[in-house]
């Protein structure tokens, strides 16, 4: 029997419309892929993705940033950096996209990501990841571009290649990590400095011997680097760079009028390594950074405008910015004794005690209290620093009481800033103990206080216990707050300022010698006591003449010395 012969599926239209779109595709891809070739810029449009997984559109100010790149690779410069506003999309540029576009131009490349911690390096080298395991365009456009799962984690991901290599694709590290023995064809340095630049010379000094002894070698001769980065502070790692010869930065930053995006600004204009001083650019703001945002961002505090005048302006700190040097830091710790050790030899030995609290106001975190014991004809003692998001009423009424009744302060400041009467009526109405409380004016005299305070530490006037101290310890906090103001939080320092203000009104009049039986004098302002006894003092005297303004250490020898 003469075999059936299967009939063929006759061809649809459907058919011909899918292999027409295939065709088309492989076309798209091809082109799209000698264009990325050719093109970081055009690579990123093609690829790169942003928070909502759309395309991502680049700004006028973004674009400077590719013809910055290109001109550098075209003249062989081989150390690129960029610096500009913070979320200006540097990381997913420089740290994401210039990896992923040179393992597509060459999959034997071995490129490492420096960043300030190993956790942020990780994140960028997982980002690199995601795009090669699933991003549909990579796969499409660069079909040859695929995982070898043997090396394929959060820290190091590698691609297939063509020959066998030691090193990885994709490494991330931090810049403490140390580094390895293996060598880098590209070096990429994504925001390696911090607030710890900030806080510590030591901190700085290290990170750029680290840079320049262990991962600068690390490339080969002919190695690529890369760096993004908002400015810290001047005497940084990467001030160092800027007052190089080998590197070429742009420089972007808001102008002072908050109209554009001034390219380098003019205060980078001695910066031997900064490109463009000869003919400025003023760049339109994005869509995405309106003028009144910037406004609100800037604020008017002290802290705001500083933050904003390092993260949108580029204007880094200086070591004469920062409040309370690492000299004056060191002076103050103790590390022979711990807090509790003592609290439990001023209790036995009838030290007094003082506090200062700064009340929390709208807007802010939370009320802090900080507690002081004055040795005899010796320094004042750290004894606690207790922060929470204390309400006006009964809780920070009671976490004041219940200090009181373990130290009996002979005086509780409380910083003078609209709301500090409400908590004397609720502790007048609800305890009948004592715990006389102080209006501590401070205002434009802050500063003036705040240099006082850190002369006194210098000078070992203050000591802060710091044995078996664990890193969410009160006392702990308060020395970081120490280290990075003015930046970031300070209600800690402004307890602590609060605290020194009070002891120092007492050494001024005198009710410290002897240290006899607790008395508020008379001219020291407005005294509350707790119970139906309450009364107001007012000043006998004019308060500049009670006490006077003028930094001065009162009867303490050890200061002379």
């Known amino acids: 029997m003469a075999r059936m012969r299967s009939a063929r ?37 093609a690829v790169m993705k942003n928070q909502t997984a759309e395309p991502i559109l680049i700004d ?52 490492g990501i420096v960043c300030n911690t190993d956790s942020n390096a990780s994140k960028r080298v997982q980002s690199c990841s995601s795009y090669i395991r699933s991003d549909p365009d990579i796969r499409g456009i660069f079909p040859d571009l695929k995982p070898d799962y043997e090396v394929w984690n959060d820290h190091r991901i590698r691609v297939q290649r063509d020959v066998v290599l030691n090193e990885n694709s994709i490494e991330g590290f931090g810049i403490e990590s140390g580094g390895t023995s293996a060598r880098l064809d590209v070096l990429i340095l994504d925001d390696i400095c911090d607030e710890e630049d900030v806080k510590s010379p030591a901190t700085r000094e290290k990170r750029i011997l680290q840079l320049y002894n262990v991962w600068l070698p690390r490339l080969t001769h ?72 910037l406004k609100d961002i800037r604020g008017d505090t002290s802290h705001s405008l500083r933050a904003f005048a390092r993260g949108y302006q580029q204007r880094p700190l ?63 003692w750290v004894i606690d620093s207790h922060a929470g998001k204390f309400g006006m009423g009964p809780e920070l009424g009671d976490v004041i009481l219940n200090h009181h009744r373990v130290c009996r302060f002979r005086a509780c400041g409380v910083e003078s800033n609209g709301v500090q009467d409400a908590l004397k009526d609720w502790m007048k109405r609800h305890y009948s103990e004592k715990v006389h409380t102080v209006d501590v004016l401070t205002g434009r005299e802050k500063p003036i206080e705040l240099a006082s305070l850190c002369v006194e530490m210098r000078h070992a006037g203050w000591r802060i216990p710091t044995k078996n101290m664990a890193h969410d310890d009160g006392v702990a906090a308060l020395l970081r707050e120490l280290r990075n103001h003015p930046q970031g939080a300070s209600d800690r320092v402004m307890s602590l300022l609060v605290c020194h203000r009070v002891i120092q009104d007492f050494r001024h009049t005198g009710s410290l010698a002897g240290f006899g039986t607790p008395t508020v004098p008379d001219g020291f302002g407005r005294i509350f006591a707790g119970d139906s006894g309450s009364r107001r003092i007012l000043p006998s005297q004019p308060p500049e003449r009670i006490f006077p303004r003028t930094p001065t250490f009162g009867p303490m020898p050890r200061l002379l010395h």
């Open 9 to 45: 599926r006759p061809i649809t239209a459907n058919d011909l419309l899918s292999q027409a779109a295939e065709q088309v595709t492989a076309r798209f891809h091809s082109v799209a892929r000698d264009k990325c070739l050719g093109s970081f810029r055009f690579f990123v449009e």
């Open 60 to 111: 006028a100010f973004q674009d400077e940033w590719f013809g910055h790149i290109d001109k550098c690779l075209t003249s062989n410069k081989r150390r690129i950096g960029i610096i500009s506003m913070w979320g200006a999309g540097k990381s997913t540029v420089a740290s994401v996209g210039f990896p992923l576009w040179l393992l597509a131009r060459n999959p034997r490349l071995r490129i």
């Open 222 to 293: 002919d190695g690529l680097v890369m760096c993004i980065a908002t400015r810290w502070h001047q005497d940084d790692v990467v001030g160092q760079m800027l007052n190089g010869t080998d590197w070429k930065f742009i420089v972007q930053a808001i102008s002072d009028d908050l109209a554009c995006i001034v390219q380098p600004p003019d205060w980078y204009s001695d910066m031997p390594s900064v490109v463009g001083k000869s003919a400025p650019k003023q760049i339109p703001l994005p869509p995405r950074m309106p003028r009144e945002w």
């Open 318 to 380: 200086s070591s004469a910015d920062v409040t309370f040097d690492d000299e004056s830091i060191k002076a103050c710790m103790d590390d022979s004794r711990s807090p509790r050790e003592v609290m439990k030899l001023a209790i036995e030995n009838k030290w007094p005690f003082f506090a200062g609290v700064d009340i929390s106001a709208k807007g802010r975190a939370g009320s802090v209290i900080t507690v002081a014991a004055v040795e005899p004809k010796g320094p004042c």
